[in-house]
């Protein structure tokens, strides 16, 4: 792609990178009188925990500063880190970053991570007033609505994961996983009053990733999964006569276990809104960050990150 120089756009040029267990992505905004909007975007997908699933910090930061340095050859005058649940449910690592990078790293709370997934997902559009939308990350999830209420859950594919076993979980395990997200859902108190035929979800990558797979489709096609649809592709990871895991764990190690446990919150998540059909959809936080609604003031403690608010 050809590197967009300054001047060819006019107002300033920001890169917004978000910070994850299991990627890294980058959105260059480019601010104008009629607001911000995207220029370019690039992902990185890879391990950033050790072999004894901890967070390798310096990994972290180089694969950050990498960030930076494609940042400054597209000419931003600006780079602005944010972490989600990482950084919320860790305490002092957003001051280990700052002080391996040089540079202010913001924490994005829960609440503001569910404005900016459904400004993702709505685009500030005029929608039912049943509409509900999800978005499912490594460490938690938010659920959002047309009249505007927002839930943020510790209950991520990361998270998840860690209470299984194995590749895949067999059935009693995977009851258990079960049990821990519909108690986590029912602690945050995700439900719907009103009757949600279809929600819009976002996050849901591998899911998404492994449909397109089994359908032939292009990547850029929304995918659309009905109840019966989930349960199919559960029995297809179940069954290892069919030869999936290898593969999927080649194109990436942890594949497998995101998939399994993304179909796990994706079902559960469903229940809970009493949805029967779910539209995964590419949502980039980063795109929707510069509202200012949806980013950290610097004002705000660092303690607050431990909270999912």
Known sequence: MKLIKQGEQEGRRCAVVGLYTDRMAMSVMQRGEQGSFCLYRRQWEGELLDQQGELDVERLAGVADSFRRLAQKLCCEEVHFCGYGLLRYRQGLREELEQKLGCPVQVVSGLQQARAASLGLFGGQSVGRGAAGIYSGDLSTQFFGAVGWRQSVPLG?????????????????????????????????????????????????????????????????????????????????????????????????????????????????????????????????????????????????????????
């Open 157 to 309: 594919w990361r998270a998840l994961w860690k209470q299984g076993e194995g590749l895949i979980p067999n059935r009693v395990q995977e009851e258990q996983l079960r049990r821990t997200a519909r108690e986590l859902l029912a602690r945050g108190g995700v439900h719907s009053d009103l009757p949600t035929p279809r929600i819009d979800a976002g996050g849901f990558d591998g899911v998404a990733r492994l449909a397109l797979l089994l359908c032939g489709a292009d990547q850029d096609t929304t995918v659309c999964l009905e109840s019966e649809n989930i349960r199919q592709l559960l029995f297809l990871l179940h069954n290892p006569s069919l030869n999936w895991l290898g593969p999927l764990q080649k194109a990436q190690p942890q594949l497998p276990q995101k998939i399994f446990c993304q179909l796990i919150i994706l079902q559960e998540a469903m229940r809970a809104l009493g949805a029967g059909q779910a539209a995964l959809r590419q949502v980039w936080l980063e795109d929707w960050l510069e509202k200012d609604d949806c980013r950290e003031k610097r004002g705000i403690p660092a303690g607050l990150a431990g909270a999912d608010l």
